[in-house]
């Protein structure tokens, strides 16, 4: 952090947390990259096992979690009083509100914090290119069912999963996809489970397991058309701009190809009968965000965090106390500039 913070010349960092489903990012308002990034999981008081934070049963237990977590962020990550900082939470627009409400209640009841700045992460992604017209995709994590890598071994743990993902699975080629049988499979690797085990994934695995994003459902969806289909719902004059300024967000974006057989799916649905009719567009061109693209709507909270933002539109303890509400985007109750309302 900064030496000037010590002689008292401006206000402290604000702290900019990211709680995906997956990773938590989190750091300080006005730096290029987070502190720390860390699985969204804590041990269970009650049960002393590891569990995901977003795995809750009832708004108790929820409580419970949370406060154990943001404890481990605070004291073993940052090492700071959460009493002297201001919060960015960066979320989802369909972050549960149960989720969002219970989020404010530990830090204003518990660690007492002094005001949070609630911020949408499609939004504040912006912020890291300059840009005010976009088409945001945020690709996250991907579930544990969909990666069926041996048969005779079925309890593989998440962090398993996601560590195989990574480091041996990739999105192939539009040309390749559509004949999968018919040309030569990748090598197979070799992964040691624990330093002790070894487990081998199948080339076809390795090519095929991205595969879910772009077959479309029983509802004609897939990453692809969901571009398509939100340009179409646009006015005319939105829908060039928005093709030419995708910015594609979220750690399983990050898979090598990804981005190359997305384009290609896009050229290819243009060409279908369902939106040649409909859509004129002949190019697509992507953004490179200034960051990996797992910490972007990070990066957009701790730029937005380091404006005057942060002390304007922030909720404070004291309007918490008072209304034990919190803004909520989909309330237009929440958009009046009245005095005795809390504003947006």
């Not at 938590?24 to 096992?49: H, L, M, N």
């Not at 609630?118 to 992604?125: A, N």
């Not at 070799?190 to 077959?215: A, C, D, Q």
């Not at 040649?276 to 797992?294: G, I, Y």
Request: charged letters at 25%.
């Amino acid at each position: 952090m900064p030496l000037y913070e010590g002689i008292g010349l401006t206000e402290k960092q604000a702290v900019v947390i990211d709680i995906g489903a997956a990773y938590t990012k989190f750091g300080f308002a006005g730096e290029s990259g987070p502190r720390c990034i860390v699985r969204t999981e804590i041990k269970c008081p009650e049960t002393k096992q590891v569990k995901k934070v977003l795995n809750y049963s009832s708004e108790e237990e929820l409580y419970d979690l949370l406060v154990e977590f943001i404890h481990v962020l605070y004291f073993r990550h940052l090492l700071v009083s959460p009493k002297d900082r201001r919060v960015v939470i960066v979320e989802s627009l369909l972050c549960p509100t149960a989720f969002r409400e219970t989020l404010a209640k530990v830090l204003f009841r518990h660690f007492e914090v002094s005001s949070i700045l609630f911020v949408p992460s499609h939004l504040v992604s912006l912020c890291t290119l300059g840009v005010n017209t976009a088409l945001v995709l945020d690709v996250g994590s991907l579930k544990a069912s969909l990666l069926n890598i041996n048969s005779e071994k079925e309890d593989f743990p998440e962090s398993t999963i996601e560590d195989i993902k990574v480091r041996t699975c990739f999105v192939t080629s539009l040309t390749r996809a559509t004949q999968l049988e018919a040309v030569d499979q990748p090598p197979d690797v070799v992964y040691r489970e624990g330093g002790s085990e070894i487990v081998h994934i199948p080339g076809k695995v390795r090519e095929t397991v991205y595969e879910v994003l772009f077959e479309q459902d029983n509802d004609q969806m897939s990453v692809s058309t969901m571009i398509l289909d939100a340009i179409i719902k646009c006015p005319i004059d939105m829908r060039k701009p928005l093709a030419e300024n995708i910015l594609v967000i979220g750690g399983t974006a990050m898979a090598p190809g990804f981005k190359a057989r997305l384009l290609d799916e896009l050229k290819h649905l243009l060409q279908q009968p369902k939106y040649a009719s409909r859509l004129a567009l002949k190019t697509f061109k992507f953004h490179k965000p200034p960051a990996k693209e797992n910490y972007v709507a990070w990066l957009g909270g701790a730029i937005f965090g380091g404006t005057d933002m942060i002390s304007t539109r922030s909720l404070t303890k004291e309007a918490y106390v008072k209304h034990s509400s919190l803004p909520d985007w989909a309330d237009l109750s929440y958009n009046c500039r009245e005095e005795d309302k809390i504003s947006l």
